[in-house]
């Protein structure tokens, strides 16, 4: 599965790499640092180098978390995959000549109107970067990684864009209100109490209008997640 990375990166050899191998896996990630990565200074390698180090799986933790990989030490084809993604972007950063005439693959083929009709949600990469963007954006995880990114764009479309930013940045003025025409129920027996619980009562008919309208937002959000006719709605469970 990572053939064709391994080449593109000119691994000595790709065709028999064996992620299963704690020798083989600890000098390719010692090989990935020191000669496509170079995210440590070369002072700095010395414990991801010492391979027969009883600490060196702690040291190769803080390396994933260094180069701000969403994957664990326990997810080593997954983390490797990544590596190697990220690896290729700054080989091909380092050298964007050399590439700049090079056609895509699927140069020829006709863009869906939706993108997310020709991802592959199976490719380790795409995984990586959809659960990047869920962790950043504090979405749960979820087995479908399609529906998971149904989500993130949903988020992006209501919270991220520009007029939604600047909707929910801008200063909302409000009209005044005469406490006299809204009738309290009770008295108190003293004016400035009557007021300040006509004012409490106010603030709580407005928090409830809020909360309305984000359950009336995520409902819109789950039906059109819902009437989607590639959901799969087995993989929704509830409880009894």
Same mark, same amino acid.
């Not at 863009?111 to 993108?115: L, M």
């Given at each position: 599965m990572f053939r064709r990375k391994l080449q593109a990166l000119d691994y000595h050899n790709p065709s028999n790499f064996n992620c299963k191998d704690d020798t083989e896996f600890r000098n390719f990630i010692v090989w990935l640092e020191d000669q496509k990565i170079r995210h440590y200074k070369i002072?700095?390698?010395? $414990? &991801?180098r010492n391979i027969h180090n009883a600490e060196w799986t702690k040291q190769y933790e803080k390396y994933l978390k260094d180069v701000t990989c969403p994957f664990k030490v326990q997810e080593r084809p997954e983390a490797i995959d990544w590596l190697l993604g990220l690896a290729v972007r700054l080989e091909y950063g380092d050298n964007a000549s050399k590439y700049q005439n090079v056609k895509p693959l699927n140069a020829e083929v006709t863009?869906?109107?939706?993108?997310l009709t020709n991802l592959d949600v199976t490719n380790p990469d795409v995984k990586a970067g959809v659960?990047? &963007? !869920? $962790? &950043?954006l504090q979405i749960q995880r979820h087995d479908n990684y399609l529906m998971m990114i149904k989500a993130i764009r949903i988020l992006v479309q209501e919270r991220l864009t520009p007029e939604a930013i600047a909707k929910s940045s801008s200063s909302r003025e409000g009209l005044p209100v005469s406490l006299d025409k809204h009738t309290l129920g009770f008295d108190t027996g003293d004016a400035v109490l009557n007021d300040a619980a006509r004012i409490l009562r106010l603030l709580h008919v407005e928090e409830l209008r809020e909360l309305q309208t984000k359950i009336n937002e995520a409902i819109v959000a789950?039906? !059109?997640?819902i009437a989607d006719p590639k959901t799969d709605h087995r993989l929704g469970k509830v409880g009894r």
């Open positions: 002072e700095d390698r010395g $414990n &991801l863009k869906s109107a939706d993108p659960m990047a &963007l !869920a $962790n &950043l789950v039906q !059109a997640i």
